[in-house]
């Protein structure tokens, strides 16, 4: 079983749509992360949290929106999405370097989006 | 800046067999980290194994066997005796000292194990 946790599994939604993903951990990792992958390709990194504040931010639409209410959670709002957002967006934790060095990130199993 | 080639898109082996996965890696930094991870048909990906570009010490984990080399710059994968559960996407990635933990994936290589 994954040690980060994410829901909904699978979400449909139309573009005038408002929703958000969330992600969890309890590793007691202070660095988290979103990524977006498309079919085939490898993950895009789109945002990092370090102890709950934004690093880094790789030049995502701002119909994105990361929210780090704590040391455990994640979350990504979404609205006014358009059809090529649909991926699956994945989530990771890890230490925050440079705690022994780049540590590995943990991922969770992701969610499945789609866009009508 | 930094890059990371898999050259094979998709390796198809039958049970039992071994298969060796290439990773090429480019970046001018000195302290640098190398990582496999697996992403199976659920969509997780799995982390095998981290590198520092300081330990060129190859590395064995049961099936699984790593093999670093600088003067290459090649840290290449191979399972031993593949069996199904091994079928997967299988991602190397670079990560350097100055950018923190910002991971450069491959492109993957997708390996199919028949039965």
């Known amino acids: 079983d994954t040690e980060v946790t994410q829901t909904p599994k699978h979400l449909v939604m139309g573009m005038t749509n408002k929703k958000s993903l969330k992600c969890e951990q309890h590793?007691?990792?202070?660095?988290m992360y979103w990524y977006k992958q498309k079919a085939k390709k490898p993950p895009e990194l789109m945002f990092v949290?370090?102890?709950?504040?934004?690093?880094i931010n790789e030049s995502v639409p701002s119909r994105f929106s990361p929210e780090c209410p704590n040391s455990s959670l994640l979350n990504l709002h979404l609205h006014a999405l358009q059809p090529e957002d649909s991926a699956l967006y994945l989530c990771a934790s890890s230490q925050v370097p440079p705690l022994g060095g780049n540590q590995p990130q943990h991922f969770g199993d992701g969610t499945r989006l789609s866009i009508l | 800046a930094q890059k990371v080639t898999q050259a094979q898109t998709e390796i198809s082996v039958v049970e039992k067999e071994d298969v060796t996965l290439d990773c090429v890696y480019e970046?001018?930094?000195?302290?640098?980290?190398l990582f496999w991870y697996k992403q199976p048909p659920s969509g997780e990906l799995v982390f095998l194994i981290r590198?520092?570009?300081?330990?060129?010490q190859n590395e064995i984990s049961g099936r699984y066997s790593w093999n670093f080399q600088k003067s290459t710059s090649s840290f290449n994968f191979t399972i031993t005796a593949s069996q199904v559960v091994d079928s997967a996407v299988y991602f190397c990635?670079?990560?350097?000292?100055?950018?923190?933990?910002?991971?450069?994936f491959g492109g993957g290589t997708r390996v199919l194990v028949k039965p």
């Open positions: 970046t001018r930094d000195t302290t640098y980290y």
């Open positions: 590793m007691g990792h202070r660095a």
């Open positions: 590198r520092n570009s300081f330990d060129e």
């Open positions: 949290y370090s102890y709950e504040k934004l690093s």
């Open positions: 990635a670079l990560s350097v000292g100055a950018a923190g933990n910002k991971l450069t």
